[in-house]
């Protein structure tokens, strides 16, 4: 069961909850992209609309990427990094667009939360006082659209923004495991949209680091039949990894991509798809030995491996190749010739 059900399910526990659960501390996963800090503002204009519960966005890590920073400070999302000691303080504490088993985000193992929202695969540990685990739905955000919609509130044209741009952003403007609740939520809030925030969001002036990133990348790019990928080596800002992962998808003769980068001593790893049917999520989970390092959906996934902050140049190689020699067996590309997509000279 999906969509209205589990919208109706959310406001029908929230409105018996109350001001009981107030305040409610709302977590994101690790460096937030614009599906979580989209599905988290909903969540809190919910709570807040239905059940005056007062609430608190707070994320692990930082918005690295332009798009993201630029969402967050354009819309005025009222979020902020996670304060020392703040979980353990919080006795009500929602997840969103991540779920406690995943390595992804700061809340504590043991503990239970109170509520869950996400799209990702359930995975067998995952438990909450509320779970609402929707796999039918493109991004985290169509869920609270959906629920926002049922509500009857009336929703602010930035949240409305942000609900729009989320979804978007998530699917590649429902280019991608999107279906047609996501359409339907897309196009219910784009009317109340600002349309020119969403062009600024889009195609926003970058940092030189994104370009240096970039330049490495096409300089190190491999290719194997269809699979194109790049090791990144060094990257200050994790979500560069997706991106180039997104960007070499583009290439003509992509099926798959696979893209590396170092940082803060793990390996990061994001994988690609143009198949629908590639189950991308657990692909990389066995690439990762098991585990809650990494996972995704049919076409996306991602994870990291840790390697060690002051690991030798031979050990953070020696996992690069392991993974991607891992990949290309899955692949039936065992012992096969890795060239330069680009001009056809040899890697490494």
Known sequence: MSGPFHARKLLRELDRLGRRISPLLILTHDN???????????????AHGVA????????????GRQENRIMAERLKIPARPLRQGELDAA???????????????RFPPRRRPLLIIDHHARHPDTTAELAIIDENAGATATILAEALQLSGLRVPRRLATAVVYG???????????????DLVAYRAFWP???????????????????????????RGAFVCHGVVGTH????????????????????????????TGRCQGSLLVS??????GAAAGSLLKRLFWG???GGGHAMIAGGAIAVGALASESKWRESEDRLLTAFLESQDLKGAALTHPFWNAPTR
Request: with cysteine; hydrophobic share 45%.
């Open 232 to 259: 990144l080596g060094t990257v200050d800002i994790p979500e560069h990894v997706a991106q180039i992962a997104d960007f070499l998808m583009t290439y003509e003769r992509a099926h798959w991509s696979i893209v």
């Open 291 to 293: 585990g809650n390092r």
């Open 271 to 276: 994988l690609r798809t143009d198949d629908p």
């Open 32 to 46: 937030p992209d614009p599906d979580a800090l989209a599905a988290a503002w909903a969540l809190a204009f919910l």
């Open 52 to 63: 005056k519960v007062r609430c608190r966005i707070v994320y692990g890590g930082a918005i």
């Open 192 to 218: 109340r949209a600002n349309v020119k925030s969403l062009w600024r969001m889009s195609y926003p002036r970058r940092q030189a680091g994104y370009f240096a990133d970039l330049a490495r990348a096409i």
């Open 91 to 105: 006795e009500h504490v929602a997840l969103v667009d991540t779920q406690p088993p995943f390595r992804n985000n």
């Open 167 to 181: 979804i978007g952003s998530e699917t590649q403007n429902l280019g991608r495991e999107a279906g047609l609740r």
